[in-house]
């Protein structure tokens, strides 16, 4: 082959290569060109964490005083799981429960088995307390059935829920703030007894956004059914969720 051959063969692969390297350079740009145009996918919230604090009260019997302005406080983390690609959803998780009642001129009896029997009992307190209030924690496992206006962002449009709600009984105290000859004094009783070892309650929330109202009726009583007068605890209150 004659050097002049060679030379117009070289000549020839330069051209097809820059014509190659123009076409590759070319696709790449309309590439990314591409993807600068597509929007940010967002993770959609899902409601993992909420806090509740409300009002927090009893039905019970006329005998039972209390005071107007129990609290209840909860706060619990759960996991939602979509429904296919509907705006409903399923969800459960873990929280704590704490419930607070003061009591009116009265204070809880629960262990004098002489006088009032095997169960618990509301009598006059003769202390004249400043407070007397009576307080429940409760391990909780909420379940959720919601539903999202906003599927893409549930921090934002209409949403509600009902459920139920499972706890495990943690621990209870009383305690009562009185004076003795002008000394404030605190007595502070835990207990245990004669209180149901598991609270069922129905619930349900309704807002918008990160806000919304919740509800909450007991299915059990807050003592064990042969230790103490039928009392059903129920509350209403204020919900911030998401993450």
Same mark, same amino acid.
């Given at each position: 082959?004659?050097?002049?051959?060679?030379?117009?063969?070289?000549?020839?692969?330069?051209?097809?290569?820059?014509? /190659?390297?123009?076409?590759?350079?070319?696709?790449?740009?309309?590439?990314?060109?591409?993807?600068?145009?597509?929007?940010?996918?967002?993770?959609?919230?899902?409601?993992?964490?909420?806090?509740?604090?409300?009002?927090?009260?009893?039905?019970?019997?006329?005998?039972?005083?209390?005071?107007?302005?129990? /609290?209840?406080?909860?706060?619990?983390?759960?996991?939602?799981?979509?429904?296919?690609?509907?705006?409903?959803?399923?969800?459960?998780?873990?929280?704590?429960?704490?419930?607070?009642? /003061?009591?009116?001129?009265?204070?809880?009896?629960?262990?004098?088995?002489?006088?009032?029997?095997?169960?618990?009992?509301?009598?006059?307190?003769?202390?004249?307390?400043?407070?007397?209030?009576?307080?429940?924690?409760?391990?909780?496992?909420?379940?959720?059935?919601? /539903?999202?206006?906003?599927?893409?962002?549930?921090?934002?449009?209409?949403?509600?829920?009902?459920?139920?709600?499972?706890?495990?009984?943690?621990?209870?105290?009383?305690?009562?703030?009185?004076?003795?000859?002008?000394?404030?004094?605190?007595?502070?009783?835990?207990?245990?007894?004669?209180?149901?070892?598991?609270?069922?309650?129905?619930?349900?929330?309704?807002?918008?956004?990160?806000?919304?109202?919740?509800?909450?009726?007991?299915?059990?009583?807050?003592?064990?059914?042969?230790?103490?007068?039928?009392?059903?605890?129920?509350?209403?209150?204020?919900?911030?969720?998401?993450?």
């Amino acid at each position: 082959m004659s050097k002049r051959s060679v030379l117009l063969l070289l000549l020839s692969v330069l051209c097809i290569s820059g014509v /190659y390297a123009q076409s590759d350079n070319k696709k790449n740009s309309e590439e990314k060109s591409s993807e600068k145009a597509l929007p940010p996918v967002k993770k959609p919230s899902r409601d993992f964490l909420m806090i509740q604090l409300g009002y927090n009260n009893w039905s019970k019997p006329d005998s039972i005083k209390t005071k107007p302005f129990g /609290y209840v406080f909860k706060a619990s983390f759960c996991y939602d799981f979509p429904i296919k690609k509907s705006k409903m959803s399923f969800a459960t998780g873990l929280g704590v429960n704490a419930n607070v009642i /003061y009591l009116d001129n009265q204070k809880l009896i629960n262990n004098d088995t002489g006088t009032y029997g095997a169960s618990a009992h509301f009598v006059t307190n003769t202390d004249n307390p400043k407070r007397y209030k009576f307080v429940t924690t409760y391990l909780t496992a909420p379940f959720e059935l919601r /539903y999202f206006q906003n599927s893409n962002n549930r921090n934002q449009g209409f949403k509600a829920a009902i459920g139920a709600e499972v706890g495990l009984f943690l621990g209870a105290h009383t305690k009562e703030v009185t004076s003795v000859d002008g000394t404030v004094v605190k007595y502070k009783e835990n207990t245990k007894r004669f209180i149901s070892p598991w609270n069922f309650a129905a619930t349900a929330r309704i807002g918008w956004g990160n806000f919304s109202l919740f509800g909450s009726y007991n299915i059990t009583g807050v003592f064990k059914t042969t230790n103490g007068p039928d009392i059903t605890p129920f509350s209403l209150g204020l919900c911030v969720s998401g993450l």
